[in-house]
């Protein structure tokens, strides 16, 4: 979860956000507007949604991949629920 450490983002900087919310799965379906890569730290914030975590898995049409661009159809682990169009950050 976020802290005090996870300033608030201008809403300009988000890098996607989230199109589903798969919550047997755990996976969150992302519209990417910048490249995601395993090992990046995101931060997922909505009304009700805050979550830190790092990217520890990308699928790219139901194939695991190291990167993803926009325009590719992105499954993205996650570890908490979060919802449609909560937004998606880099952190640090």
């Not at 395993?38 to 520890?56: A, F, S």
């Amino acid at each position: 979860m976020a802290d005090e450490e996870h300033p608030e983002h201008p809403e300009s900087d988000a890098i996607g956000w989230v199109s589903h919310y798969y919550s047997q799965l755990s996976v969150a379906a992302v519209t990417l507007e910048a490249p995601l890569t395993v090992g990046n730290r995101i931060h997922i914030k909505g009304h009700t949604t805050d979550v830190v975590q790092p990217v520890e898995s990308l699928q790219v049409d139901h194939e695991p991949v190291e990167r993803a661009i926009p325009g590719d159809d992105v499954a993205l682990k996650v570890i908490d629920h979060v919802r449609e169009r909560d937004k998606i950050y880099l952190e640090g």
